[in-house]
C-alpha cells in the first residue's frame, strides 16, 4: 500500500490510534508531507466547501510551521496533518472523470490552462494543471501563471496564497505542485469574477506609497454585502470606484513594491489588533493572507504594481465593509499583560498582543515557537495560514516584527477561547 493510501484509509476522529497502527511516527516530515500532498491533490467533484478550498493551502502553511514547532509538540503537528489527509480523502467524490492532457512544453502547457480557466472548462483546467505539476518546478508554475490569476476571485481569491506558498515546499514535495489541480478547477468555476479596476489605471500617474498604510486604514465604510464572502466583498469596492479612490493617489509610477508590501501588510495586522474581534478569525485573517499574497508575488510580476493594488484591494474590501472603527497606525496597546506568554494568552486576545508588544525582546524564539505550537496542532485552517503569514511579514518587515507576532497571538488567543471538546487531537 503506497503511502498516500495508508493516509487515505485512516479514520480522522481516531486518528491517534490508527496513526500508532500505521507506525506514522516511524516516517519523516518529508514522506508525510508527500503522501498528504498525493491525496489531497485529487479534486473534488463538486462546488467545495470552506475545509475542501483550503486544504492544499493548509497543507503548505502546517509543513512551513512543522520546522519551528516545540519538540514536545511535534507528534501532535504531525497527526494534524494526517488528520487532514484523512478528512480530505471523505470530502464529497473526486472528480475522476478528467481527460489526461500531454503538452510540448511548460509555456504550452501554460496558455492551455489559462485558456481552460477563461473558457470555464473545470476539467481541462484540472488536466492541463495535473501535466504541469508533473512535469514544471514551483519556480516555473508561479512564473507562469502568477499575472492571470492574480485578479481573480474564483476561488474566493485563494490561487494568490497557494502560489505563494508553493515554492517554499515544493523542493521537499514533488507532489504539491500537483495540488495546482484543485485551485485550478475551482478557478474555473466561476472565471469572471475578478477585481477589473487594476486594468484601468493611468501607468504614469505619480503616488510613492509612503501614506499607503494610512490610506487602506482610512477606507470609508460601505453596507456589507448580503453574503460577505470574497467576491461579494472586493466586487462592492471595485464597481463603486472604492478602491481605485483609495489606492489610485497612493500607488503609482514612483512606487517601491516591496516597501507597499510592507504597508499593505501592516494595514492587515492593525485591523486584527484593534478592529472588532467578532471578524478575527475569518475576516482579519483573509485580510492579511490574501493581501500579502498577491502583493508578494509582485516580484514574478510582469506588471509588479498591478500586483500591489490587487493586495491593497483586498485590503479595502475587508476594511469597507467590516471595520467598526477607526484604526491607527501610531496604536499602542492599553491593558496590563501577565508576563507569563501563556497566561496572557488565556487572557485573552488583548491581552496576548499586549504581552507580545512590551517585551524587551521584541518578541524572542520561544515566543514564536509557542505560537507556531499552537497553530500547527489546532485544526483550523485559518489559524494555520495566518500565523505563516504573520510569521512571512515579520521577515519581510524586521522593523515591525512586534506587531506580526502580535497579530498572532491575538488570533492564537482568540482560538484558546472557543471549546474544541470534539477534535481528536487536542480534546
Known amino acids: 500500500m503506497s503511502s498516500a493510501a495508508v493516509l487515505a484509509a485512516l479514520d480522522p476522529g481516531a486518528i491517534i490510534e490508527d496513526a500508532a497502527r500505521a507506525d506514522l511516527d516511524s516516517w519523516p516530515d518529508e514522506r508525510l508531507v508527500e503522501a498528504a500532498a498525493a491525496v489531497i491533490c485529487q479534486p473534488r467533484h463538486g462546488p467545495p466547501d470552506s475545509f475542501v478550498l483550503h486544504a492544499p493551502l493548509e497543507l503548505l502553511a502546517r509543513r512551513a510551521l512543522l520546522a519551528r514547532v516545540l519538540p514536545e509538540h511535534r507528534g501532535a503537528a504531525r497527526l494534524r496533518i494526517a488528520w487532514l489527509a484523512a478528512s480530505y480523502e471523505r470530502a464529497d467524490a473526486p472528480s475522476n472523470r478528467v481527460p489526461v492532457a500531454d503538452f510540448a512544453d511548460v509555456g504550452t502547457a501554460g496558455d492551455a490552462l489559462r485558456a481552460a480557466i477563461g473558457a470555464g472548462d473545470l476539467d481541462g483546467a484540472e488536466a492541463v494543471a495535473r501535466w504541469l505539476g508533473r512535469n514544471a518546478t514551483a519556480a516555473t508554475i508561479v512564473g507562469r501563471v502568477a499575472d492571470s490569476v492574480l485578479p481573480m476571485l474564483s476561488a474566493a481569491g485563494h490561487a494568490s496564497i497557494f502560489l505563494f506558498l508553493l515554492p517554499r515546499v515544493a523542493g521537499h514535495s514533488p507532489a504539491a505542485a500537483s495540488m495546482l489541480a484543485a485551485t485550478a478547477r475551482e478557478l474555473a468555476r466561476e472565471p469572471q469574477w475578478r477585481i477589473e479596476w487594476i486594468d484601468h489605471v493611468d501607468a504614469a500617474r505619480p503616488g510613492d506609497g509612503a501614506s499607503l498604510t494610512e490610506a487602506l486604514l482610512e ?172 510569521l512571512d511579514a515579520a521577515s519581510l518587515d524586521p522593523e515591525h516584527r512586534s506587531l506580526y507576532v502580535a497579530a498572532a497571538a491575538y488570533l492564537s488567543a482568540w482560538w484558546a477561547m472557543q471549546p474544541t471538546t470534539d477534535d481528536p487531537i487536542l480534546s
Open 219 to 390: 477606507t470609508p465604510a460601505l453596507a456589507p454585502p448580503e453574503v460577505p464572502f470574497i467576491y461579494p466583498l472586493m466586487h462592492q469596492v471595485d464597481i463603486t470606484g472604492t478602491a481605485q479612490k483609495v489606492i489610485g493617489p497612493v500607488v503609482g509610477s514612483g512606487t517601491d513594491p516591496l516597501a507597499a508590501l510592507r504597508r499593505i501588510q501592516r494595514a492587515a495586522a492593525l485591523s486584527m489588533l484593534q478592529d472588532t474581534w467578532d471578524h478575527a478569525p475569518y475576516g482579519w485573517t483573509h485580510c492579511l493572507t490574501l493581501s500579502q499574497a498577491a502583493a508578494g508575488l509582485a516580484a514574478l510580476s510582469d506588471d509588479p504594481l498591478r500586483a500591489v493594488r490587487v493586495g491593497a484591494t483586498h485590503v479595502v474590501g475587508f476594511r469597507s465593509a467590516l471595520s467598526d472603527r477607526k484604526v491607527t497606525a501610531g496604536w499602542v496597546p492599553t491593558v496590563d499583560a501577565p508576563d507569563d506568554l501563556s497566561a496572557a494568552l488565556a487572557a485573552g486576545p488583548q491581552y496576548a498582543a499586549a504581552h507580545v508588544l512590551r517585551r524587551a525582546d521584541v518578541p524572542g524564539d520561544a515566543v514564536v515557537a509557542e505560537l507556531a505550537s499552537r497553530a500547527a496542532i489546532h485544526p483550523d485552517a485559518h489559524l494555520a495560514k495566518y500565523t505563516v503569514a504573520c
